[in-house]
């Protein structure tokens, strides 16, 4: 029997998570989709957060959203239900280098991604379409990495971190937690915690979130 499937957030993020569920169903049938779960009514809505925490039979449970603050709330929230789990969403297209690799909870990670060797994953990260994380490399939580991100070895990136689209990390920087680098970055330093960076080479253009 296949495990029953709900994705919260029923927008792009949701619908893009949706077309990985059943690519992961066509190299191995995995997923029952049963519906989105958002607070307002679209194409395939079930319910919304009431509904999910009043499930009670197991339910796979994926965070759709490209809000690292607001999966994790939406995660502390939906964990008090017991019969809720999340899996972790890995496009059979994703190239994982070796049993090094480790993740933890509730990630997605989409087609045409990279993760090389000795990497560590941990819980509710998106790891957008066409990214490499390179050797040695440590995620956080609730990390948003967009399309196209190129991190190199040694990268450390902190929890609740959001990475834009087509960022690029030298090798060896560390990205504190809560912060912000914008579409396009390159990041040569070290980035501290709550703060927002754009440019090439990335600087500093706000402090606090």
């Known amino acids: 029997m ?14 893009e998570t949706l077309v990985l569920a059943n690519r992961i169903n ?16 679209g194409d395939g809505v079930v319910g919304n957060d009431e509904w999910l925490m009043a499930r009670e039979k197991k339910t796979a449970v994926a965070i759709a ?28 297209d994703v190239i994982v280098g070796d049993e090094s690799v480790v993740f933890g909870e509730g990630n997605i990670v989409c087609a045409g991604s990279i993760i090389t060797t000795n990497v560590q994953i941990g819980n509710f990260n998106i790891i957008n379409l066409n990214c490499t994380i390179s050797h040695d490399s440590v995620i956080g939580d609730f990390v948003t990495i967009s399309m ?40 040569i330093r070290d980035i501290g915690d709550f703060v927002t960076v754009v440019g090439v080479p990335g600087q500093v253009i706000k402090v606090g979130r």
């Open 148 to 187: 196209g991100c190129n991190l190199s070895g040694n990268t450390v990136v902190n929890d609740l971190t959001e990475i834009g689209t087509g960022t690029q990390v030298i090798q060896g920087k560390k990205i504190g937690r809560n912060s912000i680098i914008g579409a396009g970055s390159v990041v």
């Open 2 to 15: 296949l495990d029953e499937l709900v994705i919260v957030g029923s927008g792009g993020m949701g619908r």
């Open 65 to 92: 959203v490209g809000s690292s603050e607001l999966r994790n709330k939406l995660y502390h929230k939906y964990k008090e239900n017991k019969n809720i789990v999340f899996p972790n969403l890995i496009d059979p």
């Open 26 to 41: 066509q190299s191995k049938e995995s997923w029952s989709f049963i519906g989105f779960v958002d607070n307002q009514d």
